[in-house]
């Protein structure tokens, strides 16, 4: 995602319990990456989330969940292919014209952090009713920062981005998963692989 805009006039709230860690019910600490003390350091860092819906519940299974720093979210970015990063570009820009052309209102963050995480980005279809979204925000320090992010995005979405991206982003998306998330084959198995890293 393009994160060029969040820096220009944030405004900075508490966390919601929608970004805390799942394994200790707080905030995250330390970078997944880097393990860079993300509080003290001060720095810039991003929060990505992919949860899955139980049939007919509206209970949730966290697939994955990480925090990462600003400096090792870019080192990613930059691996990726540019032909990869070009046509998510133009796929998400397609997606936001038409999505805005309906309902310019679903992404103000005008409303706080609830709105802007109850509908997906791209299709504001509601994420009650999505079987599959990832969730991504912005923070520094104990504060969460209010600007581009958050935002949801609903499986259906990610499964289309996905088909964009060339074999050498796959790769490199499927090497990052390998080597941070490394559940049991079955659950795996029963919920699927991740497809996209947003950050």
């Known amino acids: 995602m393009d994160r060029g805009n969040i820096d220009q006039k944030p405004a900075y709230v508490e966390i919601v319990p929608d970004f805390y860690c799942d394994e200790t019910g707080e905030p995250f600490v330390n970078c997944m990456e880097c393990e860079t003390d993300l509080i003290a350091s001060d720095e810039q860092y991003f929060i990505e989330k992919a949860r899955r819906r139980y049939p007919n519940t509206q209970e949730t299974l966290t697939i994955f969940e990480f925090a990462i720093c600003l400096s090792c979210a870019t080192n990613l970015n930059q691996s ?14 397609d997606l936001l014209r038409e999505t805005y052309k309906s309902d310019s209102e679903l992404h103000s963050n005008s409303g706080g952090v609830g709105n802007a995480l109850n509908a997906c980005l791209f299709s504001g279809n509601e994420i009650s009713k999505c079987e599959e979204y990832q969730l991504v925000g912005a923070f520094r320090g104990n504060k969460m920062i209010l600007h581009d992010l958050p935002f949801a995005i609903s499986g259906e979405i990610i499964e289309a981005m996905s088909e964009v991206l060339s074999d050498e982003t796959k790769d490199e998306f499927d090497g990052f998963i390998s080597k941070h998330f490394t559940g049991p084959p079955e659950l795996q198995e029963l919920w699927g692989k991740p497809k996209l890293i947003l950050i």
């Open 80 to 93: 990726l292919s540019k032909e990869s990063l070009n046509k998510i570009s133009e796929f998400q820009a």
